[in-house]
Nanobody, 128 residues
Framework: QLQLVESGGALVQAGKSLRLSCVAS????????????MGWFRQAPGKEREFLAT????????YYADSVKGRFTVSRDNAKNTVDLQMENLKVEDTAVYYC?????????????????WGQGTRVTVFV
């Protein structure tokens, strides 16, 4: 199993920035962190889980949802087994629990069902 643990969630004022981190450990069928594409999702109260960003095995060109393009940046460090989400100019509507996820099945997927492993989530609350 690949274990994922998110951190960095906080109560933050609108317009500010926040950086979330996700650290991976373990193996899944012999595959390590660097063998998985990584994604970030979020889920707001009463809403479905929403895709935010994904980054391939070795980094490359990330892909973002339109709702966060230009404000959020995903990056990974395979040496440290981490994937980060830098969030700029936060808005009240960014309030949610944020999850990182890993997949060896489909690179670049926006679909939560394509991701095999999930963290427990970290909460971000944005206030005015």
């Amino acid at each position: 199993q690949l274990q994922l643990v998110e951190s960095g969630g906080a109560l933050v004022q609108a317009g500010k920035s926040l950086r979330l981190s996700c650290v991976a450990s373990g193996r899944a069928s012999g595959r390590t962190f660097s063998d998985h594409a990584m994604g970030w999702f979020r889920q707001a109260p009463g809403k479905e889980r929403e895709f935010l960003a994904t980054i391939a095995f070795s980094g490359g060109i990330p892909y973002y949802a339109d709702s966060v393009k230009g404000r959020f940046t995903v990056s990974r460090d395979n040496a440290k087994n981490t994937v980060d989400l830098q969030m700029e100019n936060l808005k009240v509507e960014d309030t949610a629990v944020y999850y990182c996820a890993a997949t060896s099945l489909r690179i670049g997927s926006e679909e939560a069902a394509d991701y095999e492993f999930w963290g427990q989530g970290t909460r971000v609350t944005v206030f005015v």
